[in-house]
């Protein structure tokens, strides 16, 4: 997995461990309650720590690209001692014991980074697990307790699965309802010509054109006007009258008026 920089919309506070954390221990805890017959499961940011420089005994499992479990023996046995209620005793265990401690512990640490991967790919996915760790250069380290044993599981968490964690739990957008076209372009203005007609000069004509002169149409007044409304023409046809107040049009087919 390649190093990966949070998602550039997402707040400035958005990859901080304090958003994190709460969905992390939220996880922690329903795996708790699920495995362990005593001494439930915390979580702390691991600060200052020297992994993986020391987990030369520790067996890596992962869910890919999202986590990733280092289980060392002493891990084992505290997950097995909780889940079965009772104190493990790793340096007296015979191999038959110590085998059966590494598969309830490894069944255990199985099923919390399914829950992890759940909470970055999503409710229903079915995340496998394997024993190749995930990037240790674009990950936070976190402290897992099981009950009395401080910091006894390591936790590799993806920068990735972070945000990605983070943005399933954002709220939804608002929806947002689009009024009708046609009720926001009745409030749009438009320009309403009037063609009144036409006629051919020379140009010598147009040059001794004056004030007064009278030019003649290809209409008669009494012909319908055709209307031009943003420069197309129109298929409202007008009659114009002439009153002290200004002149009128008046459309047809219809009775309204517009001045």
Do not use: Y
């Not at 461990?17 to 329903?30: D, I």
């Not at 993986?52 to 992962?62: N, V």
């Not at 104190?87 to 007296?92: A, K």
């Not at 046609?182 to 007609?197: C, K, N, S, Y």
């Amino acid at each position: 997995m390649t190093s990966a920089a949070p998602k550039a919309w997402l707040p400035p506070d958005a990859h901080a461990r304090e958003r994190v954390q709460p969905l992390l221990e939220r996880a922690l805890e329903e795996w708790s309650e699920h495995w362990f017959a005593c001494g439930g499961a915390s979580l702390d940011p691991a600060f200052q720590d020297d992994w993986p420089g020391r987990s030369a005994d520790a067996g890596w499992q992962s869910c890919p690209e999202v986590a990733s479990l280092a289980l060392t023996p002493a891990a084992e046995a505290a997950i097995a001692g909780s889940m079965i209620g009772t104190n493990v005793p790793l340096g007296s265990m015979q191999s038959e014991d110590r085998n059966l401690v590494h598969h309830l512990a490894r069944a255990c640490a199985d099923d919390l980074l399914d829950r992890l991967g759940r909470l970055a790919l999503g409710a229903n996915a079915e995340p496998p697990c394997e024993g190749v760790p995930v990037n240790f250069d674009a990950c936070s380290w976190w402290d897992v307790s099981v009950g009395a044993r401080k910091g006894i599981l390591k936790l590799a968490l993806s920068e990735e699965a972070e945000v990605q964690m983070i943005k399933r739990r954002l709220p939804s957008p608002s929806k947002i309802t689009l009024g009708s076209a046609t009720r926001g372009l009745a409030r749009q203005q438009v320009e309403i010509e009037a063609d009144l007609g036409r006629c051919g000069v020379s140009l010598a004509e147009l040059e001794g054109l004056a004030i007064g002169d009278v030019l003649v149409l290809d209409t008669s007044p009494a012909d319908p006007l055709a209307l031009l409304i943003g420069s197309e023409r129109s298929p409202l046809r007008a009659s114009l009258e002439v009153r002290e107040d200004g002149p009128l049009l008046i459309l047809s087919p219809g009775n309204h008026a517009h001045a």
